[in-house]
């Protein structure tokens, strides 16, 4: 993987915090879907899709911690 600019252009920065938003909602909501499912097997395919998006989340915010060290 390359390494990070330690400059983030207003462009890449929002492109950053829409991806960081589509992930949030998208892990949010599966947390709602979560509460009305009664299936185990979905449940925890479910678990694992709202961990996935709020790792991206953790990435991406890692992604912009680095680069300002």
């Known amino acids: 993987m390359e390494k990070v600019p330690k400059m983030v252009s ?3 920065l929002s492109y950053i915090s829409d991806m960081f938003n589509w992930h ?21 395919m479910l678990s694992k899709l709202i961990d ?3 790792q991206i989340c953790d990435d991406l915010t890692k992604l912009l911690k680095d680069g300002d060290s």
């Not at 949030?24 to 925890?44: G, M, P, S, V």
Request: with cysteine; hydrophobic share 30%.
């Open 10 to 12: 207003t462009k890449d």
């Open 24 to 44: 949030i909602i998208t892990a949010k909501k599966y947390e709602l879907f979560l509460n009305k499912i009664e299936d185990e097997e979905c449940e925890k």
């Open 52 to 54: 996935l998006h709020y």
